[in-house]
């Protein structure tokens, strides 16, 4: 016999808990579900993640960052921790170590059912009129096809699973990707004396600080963060990178530019792989150039945030010459490692038993939160999902908010 449950949170990580703060703010009265602790999703990156962004934007409904290094960067065990205390302040039940396996709908009147769903966890079924899927924006590392063909002697190393430059086999590191773990990771396998390829993806990039302010500052004065994905130049720029910036060690630049500095060898796209032979595109000037469309896209946005404030705009140092020669065919001889840093896809489709559920791209196709086939069905957390910021430590609340508002609107 299914246990009845009017509405229930799948998800315990930062956009579950807003999720959870905000309907019990309403009244709304249901259980979080998580399938492991609370907040676990930043134990698993790498051991020495950082917020990129400044603590301050830590500013989840009830649970704003209240320490003493407001332009700090927490470490993942900080942020882990805070997400625990918040978990252990709300309303409602919250329920670790219940992964739902599967989630059915039971149909609607008209297919002979009342609505609502079914879902499948290790204590029994559940049964709920209305389910908040908080699963996390960021669900499994995208793995390009064009590793097929490495040997096997080389060990292949993704974001979910990167530890430290010690974890990997000896010998050099090629790092495939170029986003803001990319040049994290490279940089702290360089700084480790790795010898680090990196082939490059196309991001933006900019300087950490500019005058008195932070990147995420700036951005945010600007209104970079509030723009919808009817913006983006394509459904698929919601995968495009993030502006490639550190949190480590206080915070820096990191870039292109910083990575050649540190001796990180940087080529063009990964192309093929045959045993230990990688063919790289000839488009690293392209990729450059990429990427300093992006530094004058951001250059502008500060421009922009100081009209808005009526302050001159700070003088912004140009990006340097890089070279851009680079090989095409790699020998990885003396490589133990492959990192694969490009991003990352939704896993829904995987346990949500909805046809029509996501878009080409995987996202969710609803209507301000509400799945457009599966009513009751919410999605909170995901990658702009009404903005830029949706996933995000300061966008995520806003969201819950919205989507507690509508649930609570509708009991
Ligand atoms: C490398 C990296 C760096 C980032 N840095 C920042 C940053 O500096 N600032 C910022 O604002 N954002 C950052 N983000 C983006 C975003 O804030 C994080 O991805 C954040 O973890 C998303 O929170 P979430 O609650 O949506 O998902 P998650 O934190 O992933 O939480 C989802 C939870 O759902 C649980 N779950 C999943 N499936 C099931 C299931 N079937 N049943 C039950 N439970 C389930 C998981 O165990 C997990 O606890 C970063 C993301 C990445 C990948």
Redesign the pocket.
């Known amino acids: 016999m299914a246990e009845e449950i009017d509405v229930v949170v799948?998800?315990?990580?930062?956009?579950?808990?807003a999720t959870s703060h905000e309907l019990t703010a309403r009244g709304v009265e249901h259980v979080v579900?998580?399938?492991?602790?609370?907040?676990?999703?930043?134990l698993g990156?790498w051991d020495s993640?950082?917020?990129?962004?400044p603590n301050h934007?830590?500013t989840l409904p009830g649970a704003h960052y209240r320490g003493d290094d407001l332009g700090g960067?927490m470490a993942r065990t900080e942020i882990a921790d805070h997400?625990q205390r918040y978990a252990g302040r709300l309303g409602a039940e919250v329920r670790p170590g219940?992964?739902?396996?599967r989630l059915t709908p039971l149909g609607d009147a008209a297919d002979g059912g009342d609505g609502g769903y079914l879902l499948d966890?290790d204590d029994g079924t559940i049964r709920s009129r209305v389910a908040v899927i908080?699963?996390?924006?960021?669900?499994q590392p995208l793995k390009p096809a064009v590793l097929v063909g490495l040997s096997p002697d080389i060990a292949v190393v993704d974001?979910a699973t990167y530890r430290n430059p010690a974890g990997l086999p000896e010998g050099a590191v090629l790092v495939v990707g170029s986003g803001?773990?990319a040049c994290q990771i490279a940089e702290e396998l360089a700084l480790a004396g790795r010898d680090v390829v990196m082939a490059c993806g196309r991001a933006p990039w900019f300087y950490r600080r500019l005058e008195d302010r932070d990147l995420f500052d700036w951005l945010i004065a600007a209104e970079f963060y509030e723009q919808g994905p009817d913006q983006l130049a394509s459904p698929a720029a919601r995968h495009g990178a993030n502006v490639q910036a550190s949190?480590a060690r206080g915070g820096h630049d990191l870039h292109y530019r910083t990575l050649a500095a540190l001796g990180v060898r940087l080529t063009g796209h990964l192309a093929g792989v045959a045993g230990r032979t990688a063919y790289l595109e000839p488009d690293l000037a392209q990729t450059i150039a990429a990427g300093d469309a992006g530094f004058r896209l951001v250059s502008g946005a500060v421009a922009q945030a100081c009209a808005r404030e009526g302050r001159p705009v700070p003088e912004i140092p140009p990006p340097t010459v890089l070279v851009t020669d680079a090989p095409t065919e790699l020998d990885l001889h003396g490589f133990g490692a492959v990192v694969v840093a490009c991003g990352?896809r939704s896993r829904y489709t995987e346990?949500i038993d909805v046809p029509g559920l996501v878009d080409a791209q995987g996202f969710p196709l609803h209507d301000d939160g509400e799945s457009t086939v599966a009513p009751g069905l919410h999605f909170?957390?995901?990658h702009f999902l009404r903005r830029r910021?949706s996933?995000?430590?300061?966008?995520?609340g806003d969201d819950a908010t919205a989507t507690a508002t509508r649930i609570a609107s509708a009991v």
């Not at 579900?33 to 930043?42: I, M």
């Open positions: 799948v998800g315990a990580g930062q956009a579950g808990l579900l998580e399938a492991t602790t609370p907040g676990s999703s930043w990156r993640f950082t917020l990129v962004g934007t830590v960067f997400l219940t992964p739902v396996h966890t908080a699963t996390g924006a960021y669900q974001v803001q773990s949190g990352f346990w909170v957390g995901v910021r996933s995000l430590l300061f966008g995520v």
